[in-house]
């Protein structure tokens, strides 16, 4: 009954594709298979994909299916999820081609509930050809490829054998759970602004640090200005935010080097005052060609003594004139991580290194000489005296 397995299969694969989107998951909870013996498959009632089993109703399953102490061949795996379960579809086919085949989804506990069992005598074996009735052997498994092989061998001297296959966690899941939560876990808006010829984005809001180690993270809609700086190229990016006092942020994007546009400082005021201006200056380089972006993963610090303006994953662009409304797109970037990193200064070196072996073999082969005086027959013969 191939159709049996691969219906489940197909229930196992909904179940894991309704997990992703489900939030709520059995965090302890296991896959459990049952499967030879005169168990009975019940597919209507065991495959529900939301239906997580308790370790009461399970126990009490279990206490139903194995009345007469059948032998009991349990495989447990240090972490099995329904993930593994499909993926290994192929090998577990094999032996589980009978219509004896229960499947639970997730089940808490299920290892301790199958080891509480009263009516059976554990065994830990590795080596056992047959399993007599009130027995249960316990094989820890670390892949899924050796059920079929070690299944078999037992079933051939035990034939009521029952083989349950189950985990002690499903850890896998639940990191990439964590992962997927940190990821979503209220996501900031990021901060785009655009004015006539400047867009710029963050992906965090501007935090700024004061003085007074107070931190201040700046809003997200700015009343947003430019004007040409010094030269007609040049341009400075006036930024507004109205927190009860207000703040101005003017970035210069001075042209140091033609067609290539520099942002070295942040004019910064507080309250409109010219006495609280400082000029902040960063020391990373940010020069970046006309027509192209400008793009940091690292976070970008401005600073001057304690005033700090704090920008995650800057994308900033310049037009000679913004398009209508709609339109602003960034064009290819220019990265702040450089074409040489380490893993490219490591490729070069390694690769060098064997330049240098190449050349050296290289050398040592056109220096070998071939004879140059050959023994001519018809003349004398070369003759090298044994006194010498
Ligand atoms: C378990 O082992 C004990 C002692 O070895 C034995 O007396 C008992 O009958 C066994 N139980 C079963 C169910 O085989
Ligand atoms: C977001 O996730 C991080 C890391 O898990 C945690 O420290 C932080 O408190 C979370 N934030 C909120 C608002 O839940
Ligand atoms: C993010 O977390 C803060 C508290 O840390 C909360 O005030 C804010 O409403 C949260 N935002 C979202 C979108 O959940
Ligand atoms: C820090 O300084 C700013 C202005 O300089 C002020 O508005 C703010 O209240 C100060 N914060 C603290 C905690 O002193
Ligand atoms: C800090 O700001 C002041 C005032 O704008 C300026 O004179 C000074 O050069 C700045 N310091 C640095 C390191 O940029
Ligand atoms: C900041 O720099 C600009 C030129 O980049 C200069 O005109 C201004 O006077 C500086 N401000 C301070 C306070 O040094
Ligand atoms: C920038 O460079 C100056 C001098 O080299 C140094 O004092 C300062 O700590 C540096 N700032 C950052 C954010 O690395
Ligand atoms: C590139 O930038 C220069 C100067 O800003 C401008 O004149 C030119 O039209 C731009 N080219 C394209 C293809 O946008
Ligand atoms: C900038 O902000 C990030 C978090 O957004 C923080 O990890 C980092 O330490 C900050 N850098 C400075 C110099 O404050």
Redesign the pocket.
Known sequence: MMTQFCNICCFIFIFINVFQISPSHADNAVPVLLWGGSINSDLTSAVNPFLKSTSEEFDLFLRKTLENSPPVLLYIKDNLCIEDLVKHKQHLQKVISSDSLRYFPAVEKAVNTIEDLPSYNQTYNDYVDSISDGQLLIVPISNLDVIPETYKTIKDSSPNLIAILTGKACSYRRSERIKRDTYVNNTTEPFIVASDRVLFYASKPLLLKLGNNTEIELPLKPTVSDDSGKTPLSCKLSMKFNIPNSISLAFMFEVETPGYYTLK?V?YQFSDATVN?????TNTTIVFPFNFSYHCSQNIIF???STILNITNLQVQLYTKLAKDGEKVFSDAYDCIGFTTIPIWAGIFVTAILALIMIWALTMIIDIRTMDRFDDPKGKTITISAQE
Not at 277 to 281: A, D, G, S, V, W
């Open positions: 400082t004019n201006e400082k000029n902040l200056t600073e001057n003594s």
